[in-house]
């Protein structure tokens, strides 16, 4: 390497693959990367140094990085960027990885690696990412000539905003990264292989619609397909016009606004009673930017039985994977809804509503509000002070079922949560991601005290870039959902899920964080308008929460509808809290 | 959903299928298509990769067996694979298939004139031959591997082996 820099533009110069990488990433618009540098990627890094159209967010460990380029996609639409470095920085990344290919969240994460040479050597922090990623990304490359370094970069983003998005992972060599070419961004994609269909075929989309027209009792399955797919607003003309009831996935909640009267809320293990019950007894369900998931369907088998099935979806693997549908459309999910809304006609659905009006009535989602702080409650009143006003980004367990349950939930990507994956440790990285993506809305990461601690090592990174993020942390001493399970089926044998914390409060003091630890129910409210209040930077709140509580309704692994275990606390006592989807809400104040 | 199919052959085991793929011949693409048949839990009996005459298109021969709702989501799992270009299966259609095998079985004096009778009724080739063994070439479909090999086996086999399945679709031949 020579001293000499050009700064001024010339067609014909030479860049390095790491100059090249840079300027690829301008040209993809991207804006921000979440990274940690190493001995593989300092060329990179180098690179990196003098940019300024590109944020670099140094987080405090791999994991952290690949969530918060997940949230930042998820709040955004617009595909998260995670540059990290070889072996186990590369290695680090995979539970990310693996999330965001659950959860169809468009990633490109880029690695380091050892010189090409080197490759298959052992060397110092060599690891076969591309062999490891291969079953958890959409698809991944390595680069082995710096002359196709643009085309693949440009490829991998193509690849992964496209169709199901996914992640995609791109493995640099370090001697590639320094090796010189001419660098043109290739202004188009083309790959023979890779032509995913956006237009529905209008047969079958006529097909459907014949369907429907004759339904009585149908329902809208609705995934987070619609929000991949920017089809709320198409999904919301189409229920109104059907006057059809929408349930929601996990992944789906914010798709379909929770204060229309047709939202039944979510569905599936730990969904609304109603909503399950409304699919068991529905005539025609229509499935849309769904899959169909074990957590949803329980026993497939016992799963609408009575329904016929339309199932639209981008993913052709997806439709007949776990349930046999009648009418599968293949495609983009706002195009088949646009052209699906002109062929059906209003349904008369009044006996229908009426049915699961009463079943609203009798089975609402509930807990107990006596002298005892519970989780469900300081979520019903986040959902109430904010009117749903807010991106909740949750973490996995039970905070993450009352989340889904008793918050508000109005808007597209205000939902940020790991859903097929399962992941703990998740919130907390992934709500920096959408603090870099978003500021038109209140940001709240929660997390139970198990989670909250897998990646605890990002509140560094949230006070160093003083990101406004609103820090939740539901602390009942225990895995709450593990030990739910063990209580319900495992004869309370508690085997290594009481877990020990660390002063949380003083913890986020370390961090410069403010922080306030919360006991009673009296404190809830204030709490919550201290922290919409509170502009500058983080905030930090422990709620010491009712130990053993449990999440309700509860239709358990591998089971029906029929099996659902309701919320044993009665609907009419006087300490009951009574919340209903889609209905005039019951509330009491403690 | 596919056509259907008898779902089980007369063993009571499921049908098989003949699934021709064109994939990208590029580094990692054999892996792909490998790993996804482990990671999901399907069968292979055989698979076979080759060039084509487009040096930058394989040509992947895999014979499976499943119901037709796993070979359903098998054809469309392996479209979803970015290296892949083209899924057929053959089963829905009139194809061609052969297998290539090599075997090598023990011989005297005096049984390498039936050995050798034998070959010439399934039109195998003599490649090799030693006082004690003698190699065979014989090419045709599963089942005529699997018979000459059957006959074989009283001699003693030393070695057998097989390349697994090939195939093409057969073309219209117009009109009689």
Redesign the interface.
């Known amino acids: 390497m020579t001293s000499t820099k050009h700064h001024e533009k010339h067609h014909q110069k030479l860049m390095t693959g790491a100059e090249i990488f840079v300027r690829s990433l301008v040209e993809e618009g991207v804006e921000v990367v979440f990274g940690y540098p190493g001995g593989a990627t300092i060329g990179i890094y180098d690179a990196l140094y003098d940019i300024t159209d590109i944020k670099h967010v140094l987080t405090r460990h791999e994991q952290g990085a690949t969530h918060a380029a997940e949230g930042y996609a998820k709040a955004t639409g617009k595909p998260g960027v995670v540059l990290v470095t070889s072996g186990p920085g590369a290695t680090n990344t995979v539970t990310g990885i693996a999330d965001a290919y659950m959860d169809s969240v468009p990633i490109v994460v880029f690695t380091g690696q050892v010189a090409t040479k080197l490759i298959g050597n052992d060397a110092f922090q060599e690891a076969d990412i591309?062999?490891i990623t291969?079953?958890i990304t959409?698809?991944n490359y390595?680069v082995k000539d710096v002359r196709d370094l643009a085309r693949i970069i440009r490829e991998a983003f193509y690849?992964a905003t496209t169709g199901r998005p996914g992640p995609v992972l791109v493995d640099l060599p370090r001697d590639v990264m320094a090796q010189k070419t001419v660098f043109e961004y290739p202004k188009t994609v083309s790959?023979?292989?890779?032509n995913p269909v956006v237009e529905g075929n209008i047969k079958q989309i006529k097909k459907a619609a014949d369907v429907i027209n004759e339904a009585k009792r149908p329902v809208l399955y609705v995934g987070g397909g619609v929000i991949n797919a920017n089809a709320a607003h198409e999904l919301r003309t189409l229920a109104e016009k059907l006057q059809c009831p929408v349930t929601t996935t996990l992944q789906g909640l914010g798709a379909f606004p929770e204060d229309n009267k047709l939202s039944l809320g979510m569905l599936g293990m730990h969904g609304t009673w109603y909503s399950n019950y409304a699919v068991n007894y529905c005539d025609v369900l229509i499935a849309v930017g769904a899959r169909f998931d074990d957590r949803v369907t329980g026993r497939t088998d016992a799963f609408a039985t009575e329904a016929k099935k339309i199932h639209i979806d981008i993913?052709?693997?997806a439709?007949?994977?776990n349930v046999?549908v009648d009418v599968p459309i293949v495609g983009d999910v706002k195009y088949v809804l646009r052209h699906l809304i002109q062929y059906v006609k209003p349904l008369d659905t009044l006996d229908w509503l009426a049915t699961i009006e009463q079943w609203k009535k009798e089975h609402p989602l509930r807990y107990k509000h006596d002298e005892h702080l519970r989780a469900q409650y300081v979520i019903d009143r986040l959902g109430e002070l904010t009117k749903g006003n807010a991106i909740v980004v949750s973490d996995v367990g039970q905070q993450q079922m009352w989340t889904a349950q008793f918050f508000r939930w109005k808007h597209p990507r205000t939902n940020i949560t790991s859903g097929g994956l399962g992941t703990m440790g998740f919130s907390l990285p992934a709500s920096i991601g959408v603090a870099f993506g978003r500021n038109d809305l209140p940001i709240f990461s929660i997390s139970g005290d198990g989670g909250f601690q897998m990646n605890a090592q990002e509140l560094s990174t949230i006070a160093c870039n003083k990101l406004p993020i609103k820090i939740f942390i539901m602390n009942n001493g225990y895995l709450g959902m593990v030990r739910q399970w063990q209580e319900l089926f495992w004869r309370k044998r508690y085997s290594q899920t009481c877990i020990h914390s660390p002063d949380f409060v003083k913890l986020a003091s370390a961090f410069g964080i403010p922080a306030y630890r919360i006991t009673k129910n009296e404190e809830v409210d204030d709490a919550i308008h201290r922290a919409l209040n509170h502009h500058e930077g983080p905030i930090l709140f422990e709620f010491v929460v009712e130990r053993e509580e449990n999440v309700y309704p509860m239709i358990p692994a591998g089971q029906t509808v029929n099996e659902i275990i309701d919320n044993p606390e009665p609907v009419n006592s006087p300490e009951s809290s009574v919340h209903n989807k889609g209905t005039f809400i019951v509330h009491k104040k403690g | 959903?596919a056509k259907k199919t008898q779902e089980l052959d007369m063993n009571g085991q499921m049908k098989q299928h003949t699934i021709s793929l064109l994939?990208?011949n590029r580094?990692?693409a054999l892996?792909?298509i490998a790993?996804?048949f482990s990671?999901k839990g399907y069968n292979i009996d055989s698979l076979t990769v080759g060039p084509t005459e487009d040096t930058s298109v394989a040509r992947m021969t895999i014979v499976t067996r499943g119901d037709d709702?796993i070979i359903?989501?098998i054809t469309?799992?392996l479209?979803?694979l970015?290296?892949?270009?083209k899924v057929i299966d053959l089963t829905f259609e009139d194809f061609v298939e052969r297998e290539l095998a090599l075997i090598k079985v023990q011989s005297t004096s005096t049984t390498r004139a039936e050995i050798i009778l034998i070959a010439e009724i399934f039109r195998a080739k003599v490649v090799d031959l030693s006082p004690k063994t003698l190699t065979l070439e014989v090419t045709g479909s599963q089942q005529k591997v699997d018979a000459i090999i059957n006959m074989l086996k009283p001699f003693g086999l030393k070695e057998v082996a097989r390349t697994g399945r090939v195939a093409l679709k057969r073309e219209f031949q117009g009109e009689a």
């Open positions: 591309v062999g291969r079953p959409k698809h390595l690849i790959i023979r292989s890779y993913d052709p693997s439709i007949g994977k046999a | 959903m994939v990208e580094f990692g892996n792909r790993g996804l990671a709702q359903e989501q469309k799992q479209n979803k970015i290296d892949v270009i």
